[in-house]
């Protein structure tokens, strides 16, 4: 940034809209019929000829200019009398606030240096993906696109980003297990705005008509491509076949996916966020008491919501590993010819327990580092194999560390053989202290460098006052690094990598 404001200011005062258009005008020279580019997956015949008669139709039809309409005001600005605050406490070690007001929303604020003038605003509300009707994958995925798509009832989505021009803000939607979320980032000159937009799509999304034609057309689009890679086919089915065939997981049939209607999503909507726990997270550059104000203005108007998040049904939250394979289970993309992609895993530690998966993450790291010396020495080529691992808290009894590597489909047995060469060489703790120091070293250069993350500290205080065991974590997670020996990598080593327990994909070119 410094250096691009050196080189504007360079030019800033001598430069005239005449230079300007001067150098466009050169620079298109020549350039006298239209410029066409056309993308697409499809084989056709005689593009060019196809181009020009698409063209010359467009040209024919008759042009009317635009009629811009008079939007007036953004309608959500009066919510009713402010809230008070019942409780407000500092958290000394972490330095943060934890407010809550008579109504019962939450209010969690950490000042931070970090970005001056940028302050990020998080809300969780509602009921998540754990209470949606049936599998509800579907549905979620409709979710994220209906509420981004769909404005608001007074305002489409268009009237919307017309509105809020020329002002930091802007509300995203996501859907955890247990709860929805909504987030922006803004500055403290709009944070009165910023929380009217959220307080708007709370109170009422619009779910209109064009935005499940919007996503119709995205779906349509978007769906036939997931065939062409192998990790389209992973996404699609993998996701789920690790999961033992749960519909919840991987992406649903097209058809699945367009059936689902806004009715249904607003009928539901509507019920899970009745009466919801309500948390909002506030980090970056502000003032506590003008947040504090903002948040009275708005959230604090709501009528009472519940103290906490309900817990998940325990339907939802079993998942199953499958049964180890000693035969890769094969599956096939409609892409290159020369790419194939295999995926291994092994099940492993839950997300109940942080040490545990901080074990597992020591594991992973330097599975990564003996992956990436053995993959290219014994195959000789410049593939980029990535260990990972799943720990979730949601899920107890479940998780997974898991190797993925795209190669030549011809060495994609080689490839396999010597993966779980590698893995049986750790389970009989064939690691030295060089390798974990190596792999332990960024990790400790990480945990400092998020210190300075707002959205680190987020993620820590978001949901501080309903989920007290993310700071708990937060609080323990150096000490688990500082005191992990290479005895308890070889632990984990030996219960994770069972040949009789790893399940195998391979993901080989149809043709």
Same mark, same amino acid.
């Given at each position: 940034?410094? #250096?691009?404001?050196? #080189?504007?200011?360079?030019?800033?005062?001598?430069?005239?809209? /005449?230079?300007?258009?001067?150098?466009?005008?050169?620079?298109?020279? $020549?350039?006298?019929?239209?410029?066409?580019?056309?993308?697409?997956?499809?084989?056709?015949?005689?593009?060019?000829?196809?181009?020009?008669?698409?063209?010359?139709?467009?040209?024919?039809?008759?042009?009317? *200019?635009?009629?811009?309409?008079?939007? $007036?005001?953004?309608? !959500?600005?009066?919510?009713?009398?402010?809230?008070?605050?019942?409780?407000?406490?500092?958290?000394?070690?972490?330095?943060?606030?934890?407010?809550?007001?008579?109504?019962?929303?939450?209010?969690?604020?950490?000042?931070?240096? &970090?970005?001056?003038?940028?302050?990020?605003?998080?809300?969780?509300?509602?009921?998540?993906?754990? &209470?949606?009707?049936?599998?509800?994958?579907?549905?979620?995925?409709?979710?994220?696109?209906?509420l981004s798509l769909g404005g608001l009832k007074a305002h489409s989505a268009d009237d919307v980003q017309t509105l809020m021009a020329g002002k930091s803000v802007g509300a995203g939607h996501d859907m955890g297990n247990k709860q929805m979320f909504m987030s922006g980032s803004t500055t403290p000159e709009f944070l009165p705005e910023q929380l009217n937009l959220m307080m708007a799509y709370y109170l009422e999304p619009g779910f209109r008509a064009e935005a499940k034609a919007r996503y119709d057309k995205f779906i349509s689009s978007f769906y036939p491509t997931l065939d062409s890679t192998p990790g389209g086919v992973a996404s699609k089915e993998v996701e789920r076949m690790i999961r033992s065939g749960d519909p919840r997981f991987g992406i649903p049939p097209e058809e699945d996916l367009r059936s689902v209607s806004l009715e249904e999503l607003e009928r539901w909507m509507t019920d899970s966020r009745s009466g919801s726990a309500v948390e909002i997270g506030v980090v970056g550059d502000f003032d506590p008491e003008e947040v504090i104000s903002q948040i009275a203005r708005t959230f604090g108007t709501l009528p009472k919501v519940s103290s906490k998040v309900p817990t998940a049904p325990k339907s939802k939250t079993k998942l199953k590993f499958p049964k180890g394979t000693s035969v890769p289970e094969t599956l096939t993309h409609a892409g290159?010819?020369?790419?194939?992609?295999?995926?291994?895993?092994?099940?492993?530690?839950? $997300?109940?327990?942080?040490?545990?998966?901080?074990?597992?993450?020591?594991?992973?790291?330097?599975?990564?580092?003996?992956?990436?010396?053995?993959?290219?020495?014994?195959?000789?080529?410049? &593939?980029?194999?990535?260990?990972? !691992?799943?720990?979730?808290?949601?899920?107890?009894?479940?998780? &997974?560390?898991?190797?993925?590597?795209?190669?030549?489909?011809?060495?994609?047995?080689?490839?396999?053989?010597?993966?779980?060469?590698?893995?049986?060489? #750790?389970?009989?703790?064939?690691?030295?202290?060089?390798?974990? /120091?190596?792999?332990? @070293? *960024?990790?400790?250069?990480?945990?400092e460098e998020t210190l300075e993350s707002n959205s680190y500290?987020?993620?820590?205080?978001?949901?501080?006052?309903?989920?007290?065991?993310?700071?708990? @974590?937060?609080?323990?997670?150096?000490?688990? !690094?500082?005191?992990?020996?290479?005895?308890?990598?070889?632990a984990v080593a030996a219960d994770v990598f069972l040949r009789e327990k790893a399940v195998t994909y391979h993901i080989v070119p149809s043709l």
């Open positions: 940034p410094a #250096f691009n404001l050196s #080189f504007f200011e360079d030019y800033a005062d001598t430069i005239t809209p /005449e230079q300007v258009h001067g150098a466009f005008v050169k620079k298109w020279a $020549g350039y006298e019929a239209p410029q066409i580019y056309l993308s697409t997956s499809e084989v056709i015949e005689d593009a060019e000829g196809l181009i020009l008669e698409t063209l010359r139709a467009s040209q024919a039809v008759d042009v009317k *200019p635009n009629i811009v309409a008079d939007l $007036g005001d953004f309608a !959500y600005t009066e919510f009713g009398d402010p809230g008070k605050v019942a409780t407000r406490k500092t958290v000394e070690d972490i330095d943060f606030e934890q407010i809550v007001f008579e109504n019962g929303v939450k209010l969690n604020m950490k000042k931070t240096p &970090y970005q001056k003038g940028i302050m990020s605003v998080q809300m969780s509300y509602g009921k998540g993906s754990f &209470y949606l009707p049936g599998n509800g994958a579907a549905l979620r995925w409709l979710t994220g696109n209906a290159e010819a020369n790419t194939a992609l295999l995926r291994m895993y092994w099940p492993s530690s839950d $997300g109940t327990d942080d040490k545990a998966i901080r074990r597992v993450n020591m594991l992973k790291s330097m599975f990564q580092l003996r992956l990436n010396d053995v993959i290219r020495e014994e195959l000789g080529a410049s &593939y980029s194999p990535s260990a990972f !691992y799943s720990a979730p808290r949601d899920y107890p009894g479940y998780g &997974y560390v898991a190797v993925s590597v795209e190669v030549n489909p011809d060495d994609i047995a080689k490839a396999e053989a010597q993966i779980h060469k590698l893995a049986a060489s #750790f389970a009989k703790g064939d690691m030295d202290d060089d390798l974990f /120091e190596r792999a332990i @070293r *960024p990790i400790k250069e990480t945990l500290w987020m993620s820590i205080i978001g949901r501080s006052q309903t989920d007290p065991e993310i700071p708990e @974590r937060h609080r323990r997670r150096q000490a688990s !690094y500082d005191n992990m020996t290479l005895e308890d990598v070889k």
